[in-house]
Protein backbone atom coordinates (compact mmCIF):
# COMPACT_ATOMS: atom_id res chain seq x y z
CA UNK A 1 0.00 0.00 0.00
CA UNK A 2 1.07 3.51 -0.70
CA UNK A 3 2.28 5.57 1.79
CA UNK A 4 -0.92 7.11 3.73
CA UNK A 5 -0.74 10.67 5.23
CA UNK A 6 -1.65 11.29 8.73
CA UNK A 7 -4.42 13.78 7.85
CA UNK A 8 -5.93 11.09 5.75
CA UNK A 9 -6.10 8.50 9.06
CA UNK A 10 -7.97 11.07 10.77
CA UNK A 11 -10.49 11.75 8.18
CA UNK A 12 -11.18 8.38 7.97
CA UNK A 13 -11.91 8.51 11.89
CA UNK A 14 -13.75 10.51 11.04
CA UNK A 15 -16.11 9.40 8.27
CA UNK A 16 -16.32 6.15 10.37
CA UNK A 17 -17.96 7.56 12.85
CA UNK A 18 -20.38 9.71 10.85
CA UNK A 19 -21.22 6.32 9.58
CA UNK A 20 -21.56 4.73 13.20
CA UNK A 21 -24.56 7.47 13.34
CA UNK A 22 -25.92 6.73 10.58
CA UNK A 23 -26.21 3.03 11.24
CA UNK A 24 -28.02 4.38 14.18
CA UNK A 25 -30.39 6.33 12.57
CA UNK A 26 -31.12 3.10 10.05
CA UNK A 27 -30.21 4.69 6.72
CA UNK A 28 -28.15 2.64 4.60
CA UNK A 29 -27.31 5.34 1.90
CA UNK A 30 -24.73 7.83 1.90
CA UNK A 31 -23.20 10.67 -0.27
CA UNK A 32 -20.06 12.07 -0.44
CA UNK A 33 -21.60 14.90 0.02
CA UNK A 34 -23.26 14.39 3.20
CA UNK A 35 -19.79 13.13 4.89
CA UNK A 36 -18.10 15.90 3.93
CA UNK A 37 -20.96 18.47 5.44
CA UNK A 38 -20.55 16.19 8.41
CA UNK A 39 -16.67 16.36 8.84
CA UNK A 40 -15.87 19.43 7.47
CA UNK A 41 -14.33 18.42 4.25
CA UNK A 42 -15.59 18.43 0.79
CA UNK A 43 -17.50 15.87 -1.03
CA UNK A 44 -13.54 15.71 -3.61
CA UNK A 45 -11.67 15.29 -0.15
CA UNK A 46 -13.63 11.97 0.57
CA UNK A 47 -13.74 10.39 -2.26
CA UNK A 48 -10.16 11.38 -2.44
CA UNK A 49 -9.42 9.39 0.97
CA UNK A 50 -11.88 6.68 -0.13
CA UNK A 51 -9.70 6.07 -3.42
CA UNK A 52 -6.77 5.18 -1.77
CA UNK A 53 -8.03 1.47 -0.50
CA UNK A 54 -10.10 0.92 -3.51
CA UNK A 55 -13.30 1.52 -5.32
CA UNK A 56 -16.85 2.40 -2.71
CA UNK A 57 -19.90 3.42 -4.00
CA UNK A 58 -21.61 4.16 -7.12
CA UNK A 59 -21.84 7.50 -8.62
CA UNK A 60 -25.29 8.83 -8.52
CA UNK A 61 -26.01 6.37 -6.10
CA UNK A 62 -23.40 7.02 -3.14
CA UNK A 63 -22.33 4.87 -0.51
CA UNK A 64 -23.95 1.62 1.18
CA UNK A 65 -23.60 3.03 4.63
CA UNK A 66 -22.88 -0.20 6.41
CA UNK A 67 -20.54 -1.88 3.59
CA UNK A 68 -18.19 0.81 3.75
CA UNK A 69 -18.37 1.66 7.66
CA UNK A 70 -17.00 -2.16 7.80
CA UNK A 71 -14.40 -1.27 5.19
CA UNK A 72 -12.85 1.73 6.57
CA UNK A 73 -13.06 0.01 10.09
CA UNK A 74 -11.01 -2.88 8.62
CA UNK A 75 -8.63 -0.31 6.92
CA UNK A 76 -8.10 1.48 10.68
CA UNK A 77 -7.51 -1.84 12.30
CA UNK A 78 -11.36 -1.67 14.46
CA UNK A 79 -11.99 -5.13 12.55
CA UNK A 80 -10.43 -6.56 16.11
CA UNK A 81 -9.83 -5.70 19.55
CA UNK A 82 -6.29 -4.33 20.86
CA UNK A 83 -4.70 -4.53 24.11
CA UNK A 84 -3.34 -1.46 25.69
CA UNK A 85 -1.34 -0.91 28.95
CA UNK A 86 -1.24 2.79 30.38
CA UNK A 87 1.67 3.76 32.38
CA UNK A 88 1.38 6.45 34.77
CA UNK A 89 -1.86 5.72 37.46
CA UNK A 90 -2.26 9.58 38.19
CA UNK A 91 -4.63 12.35 36.76
CA UNK A 92 -4.27 11.95 33.47
CA UNK A 93 -3.48 7.72 33.53
CA UNK A 94 -6.84 7.12 35.62
CA UNK A 95 -9.25 9.39 33.44
CA UNK A 96 -7.96 7.76 30.25
CA UNK A 97 -8.62 4.10 32.07
CA UNK A 98 -12.15 5.54 32.81
CA UNK A 99 -12.74 7.32 29.33
CA UNK A 100 -14.67 4.46 27.88
CA UNK A 101 -15.03 5.63 24.18
CA UNK A 102 -11.44 3.22 24.17
CA UNK A 103 -13.39 0.34 24.82
CA UNK A 104 -16.13 0.97 22.41
CA UNK A 105 -13.75 1.25 20.00
CA UNK A 106 -11.81 -1.42 20.26
CA UNK A 107 -9.33 -0.70 22.88
CA UNK A 108 -8.70 -2.99 26.11
CA UNK A 109 -6.83 -1.60 28.63
CA UNK A 110 -5.61 -4.69 30.03
CA UNK A 111 -3.17 -3.12 32.45
CA UNK A 112 -2.17 0.30 34.55
CA UNK A 113 1.68 0.64 35.78
CA UNK A 114 3.25 3.11 38.04
CA UNK A 115 6.64 3.61 40.37
CA UNK A 116 4.81 5.67 43.40
CA UNK A 117 4.69 2.33 46.05
CA UNK A 118 1.22 4.44 47.20
CA UNK A 119 -0.70 4.13 44.34
CA UNK A 120 0.92 0.30 43.17
CA UNK A 121 -1.96 -2.38 44.38
CA UNK A 122 -4.88 0.26 44.30
CA UNK A 123 -7.73 -1.17 42.42
CA UNK A 124 -8.96 0.33 38.90
CA UNK A 125 -12.30 -0.95 37.88
CA UNK A 126 -13.60 -4.96 38.93
CA UNK A 127 -10.18 -6.50 37.38
CA UNK A 128 -7.15 -4.58 37.72
CA UNK A 129 -4.73 -3.01 40.03
CA UNK A 130 -2.21 -0.80 39.64
CA UNK A 131 1.12 -2.85 38.67
CA UNK A 132 4.82 -1.75 39.29
CA UNK A 133 6.98 -0.63 36.41
CA UNK A 134 9.18 -3.38 37.07
CA UNK A 135 6.66 -6.13 36.31
CA UNK A 136 5.84 -4.39 32.86
CA UNK A 137 8.07 -6.61 30.87
CA UNK A 138 6.44 -10.36 32.70
CA UNK A 139 2.46 -8.33 32.83
CA UNK A 140 2.90 -7.33 28.99
CA UNK A 141 3.86 -11.04 27.48
CA UNK A 142 1.47 -12.27 29.66
CA UNK A 143 -1.35 -10.33 28.60
CA UNK A 144 -0.27 -9.89 25.01
CA UNK A 145 -0.06 -6.08 25.55
CA UNK A 146 0.23 -4.30 22.01
CA UNK A 147 -0.21 -0.42 22.51
CA UNK A 148 1.44 1.33 25.39
CA UNK A 149 0.28 4.62 26.79
CA UNK A 150 2.35 6.79 28.21
CA UNK A 151 0.80 9.17 31.10
CA UNK A 152 3.44 9.78 33.45
CA UNK A 153 4.99 13.62 34.21
CA UNK A 154 7.53 14.76 31.61
CA UNK A 155 10.79 13.94 33.66
CA UNK A 156 9.79 10.59 33.84
CA UNK A 157 8.44 9.48 30.43
CA UNK A 158 11.62 8.68 28.31
CA UNK A 159 12.59 5.98 31.47
CA UNK A 160 9.19 4.91 30.73
CA UNK A 161 8.69 4.71 27.36
CA UNK A 162 11.93 2.52 27.26
CA UNK A 163 10.75 0.10 29.07
CA UNK A 164 7.33 -0.32 27.05
CA UNK A 165 9.72 -0.84 23.85
CA UNK A 166 11.82 -3.22 25.46
CA UNK A 167 9.37 -4.95 26.47
CA UNK A 168 8.29 -5.54 22.90
CA UNK A 169 5.67 -2.89 22.35
CA UNK A 170 5.44 -1.50 18.52
CA UNK A 171 3.25 1.23 19.25
CA UNK A 172 3.26 4.49 21.67
CA UNK A 173 0.44 6.94 22.53
CA UNK A 174 2.02 9.61 24.72
CA UNK A 175 0.40 12.18 26.97
CA UNK A 176 3.43 13.54 28.62
CA UNK A 177 4.48 17.03 27.50
CA UNK A 178 8.00 16.09 25.81
CA UNK A 179 9.18 14.53 23.04
CA UNK A 180 10.36 10.84 23.08
CA UNK A 181 13.06 9.18 21.26
CA UNK A 182 11.54 5.69 20.08
CA UNK A 183 13.68 3.04 17.57
CA UNK A 184 13.15 2.55 14.17
CA UNK A 185 10.22 0.55 13.48
CA UNK A 186 7.84 1.92 16.60
CA UNK A 187 5.18 3.89 16.19
CA UNK A 188 4.74 7.11 17.93
CA UNK A 189 1.84 9.11 18.40
CA UNK A 190 1.97 12.69 20.89
CA UNK A 191 -1.02 14.24 22.43
CA UNK A 192 -0.33 17.83 23.87
CA UNK A 193 -3.13 19.20 25.44
CA UNK A 194 -1.55 22.09 26.70
CA UNK A 195 -0.23 23.05 23.29
CA UNK A 196 -3.99 22.41 21.62
CA UNK A 197 -5.46 24.95 24.24
CA UNK A 198 -2.43 27.53 22.97
CA UNK A 199 -3.54 27.21 19.41
CA UNK A 200 -6.98 27.89 20.74
CA UNK A 201 -5.87 30.96 22.70
CA UNK A 202 -3.68 32.12 19.89
CA UNK A 203 -7.07 32.30 17.32
CA UNK A 204 -8.60 33.61 19.92
CA UNK A 205 -6.37 36.23 20.69
CA UNK A 206 -5.61 36.91 16.80
CA UNK A 207 -9.49 37.28 16.00
CA UNK A 208 -9.74 39.92 18.24
CA UNK A 209 -6.88 42.02 16.95
Do not use: C
Not at 14 to 28: I, P
Amino acid sequence: MERISASTIRRLSGYVRVLDDLVQQGESIASSKELAERTGVTSAQVRKDLSHFGSFGRRGYGYEVDSLRTAIRGILGLSRRWRVAIVGAGNVGTALFSYKEFRARGFDVVAVFDNAPERIGQRLGDDLVVEPMGRFAEIARERAVEIGVIATPARAAQEAADVVVGAGVKALLNFAPRKLAVPRGVTLRDVNLAVELESLAFALRAGAR
